[in-house]
């Protein structure tokens, strides 16, 4: 398992109805990238962290292992906004507004990372995916993404076995070793899925398979209380955004 | 190069997911039809999708001395086809942004559209081109792996410089200014992509005729003797 799904699944809000967590993380998400950057997505990151780290209980060393990740593509992407190509300072020059437009793009970014990350980190995907259908996706669709979830992790442990034997063998100790590991790797990988698929549908057919899948899913009721705690939250950090965005400006 | 969490302004992710739509939709039009008529197909797409989350997750070794992920999409568009690549690359850059926190959700139309939009079709379309043309079965994997790769960041740069124009020379500017940043790293990767999927091919032509006559990659001697031998000689050129 991935370590936010393995964290998802021992999180204290595991037993809330995703519904519950979408209002609150996807709704800072989408403040993060709607409200002007300073204050608001500022506003955004440390709400959004004080969730992570108080009420839902997400270690912070965990956080950080996840959050890095995000942090890397916004950093390197708003590094190109210091610049400017052509005008009068030269073929490239310093942009003249490039550090400003630059932190503005980390603090949207980052702070739309974390409201995503607070969903991710309390929800596992099998709570959330069979919970699609009722939300109009069609069921062959669902089944399809459900079964490559399920398929994912047993294939990543194969290819993480098949790696370190190709490692035992001295398969990376030169680059045109590696290369052939490489194409190993892969083919084994699409070997393997196949191989499973076809194990899983005889395994099934004897189960009386008949096109569907049914899991269990845990019983959880949204919660009207979390989701009007939730939407009050969203609404007066966008009503902070505006009364501080002229003093602070 | 997958677009992070909350790169785009609203507008531009709105747009991007519209622009995604109809082709995920068709793709999920033809992959829900499928499943109804064969209902075997949902594990057999199910492990397709898991076969391209982790090709995605492989380590590419890259000039720089650096690692890299390949896109895969453009060996998965030769094994799956498009319109399934469309469905299951939006399966798993939903994946990516919610369990490894790559890419994102307010970005995920914006990344549907380069990687599992525009990179599958332009592989395919240069893979089926050259086939048509005769060119040996490595030679067209590798060009349309290529093709897959390279028009992905394209379309990422476009999808940059649109949202972010340089301030002294607009939107051509800061398409240079990606495009530049991109080409350095890219093009390289999109050449390590292409040897990688002739490698991973040149294995599964060996391993796993049956897999890829069934998915229409090779045709059995008695459909067309002139490209079964052709893929017959490949397999002799691997070994």
């Not at chain 2, 199910?46 to 380590?59: E, R």
Request: glycine content about 10%.
């Amino acid at each position: 398992m991935l370590p936010i799904d393995a964290a998802a699944h021992s999180s204290r809000w595991r037993r809330r109805h995703p519904v519950d967590k979408a209002v609150l993380g996807l709704g800072l998400t989408v403040l993060a990238i709607s409200l002007p950057p300073w204050p608001g997505a500022a506003l955004v990151l440390v709400t959004a962290l004080a969730l992570l780290l108080g009420p839902a209980g997400v270690p912070a060393g965990r956080l950080w292992r996840a959050y890095r990740v995000p942090l890397g593509f916004c950093v390197t992407g708003a590094l190109t906004l210091l610049v400017r190509v052509g005008g009068p300072g030269g073929f490239v020059s310093p942009a003249p507004d490039g550090p400003l437009r630059a932190g503005e793009l980390l603090l949207r970014t980052s702070a739309a990372s974390l409201g995503v990350l607070l969903f991710a980190f309390t929800t596992p995907m099998s709570d959330l995916l069979p919970r699609l259908v009722r939300a109009g996706v069609p069921a062959p669709l669902v089944d399809v993404a459900l079964v490559t979830y399920r398929m994912s992790f047993l294939l990543l442990d194969s290819v993480r076995r098949v790696h370190r034997a190709q490692a035992a063998r001295l398969g990376h100790t030169t680059r045109a070793a590696t290369w052939r590991s490489l194409g190993g790797l892969g083919a084994t990988a699409f070997v393997r899925s196949f191989d499973r698929a076809a194990r899983l549908q005889t395994g099934l057919a004897g189960r009386g398979y008949d096109g569907a899948l049914r899991v269990l899913v845990p019983e959880a009721r949204v919660s009207a209380r979390f989701t009007a705690a939730s939407v009050t939250l969203l609404a007066a950090l966008a009503a902070l955004t505006f009364v501080l965005e002229r003093p602070l400006s | 190069m997958h677009i992070a969490e909350g790169f785009l302004p609203p507008a531009h992710a709105v747009a991007w997911g519209v622009a995604s739509a109809p082709f995920v939709v068709h793709g999920a039009r033809s992959l829900v039809r499928d499943v109804r008529e064969h209902p075997e197909s949902t594990l057999l797409l199910g492990a397709s999708g898991a076969f391209t989350f982790v090709l995605s997750a492989l380590k590419l070794p890259s000039v720089t001395g650096s690692c890299s992920h390949p896109t895969g999409t453009g060996l998965g568009a030769i094994l799956f086809r498009p319109p399934v690549m469309a469905v299951l690359g939006t399966i798993t850059l939903l994946f990516q942004a919610l369990l490894l926190a790559h890419g994102g959700l307010t970005t995920l139309g914006a990344n549907v559209f380069s990687l599992a939009v525009v990179g599958p079709w332009a592989g395919y379309g240069a893979y089926r081109l050259l086939r048509r043309y005769d060119v040996p079965l490595m030679g067209a994997v590798f060009c349309g792996a290529f093709l897959a790769d390279l028009s992905t960041y394209c379309v990422t740069s476009v999808q940059l410089a649109l949202a972010f124009p340089d301030p002294g020379s607009g939107f051509l500017g800061a398409l240079g200014k990606f495009g530049s940043i991109f080409a350095v790293t890219q093009i390289p990767l999109a050449v390590s992509e292409g040897l990688l999927t002739v490698l991973v091919m040149r294995l599964l032509v060996q391993s796993s005729k049956g897999e890829l006559t069934r998915l229409g990659v090779l045709v059995t001697s008695a459909a067309g003797g002139k490209r079964a031998a052709e893929a017959e000689s490949a397999g002799a050129v691997a070994r």
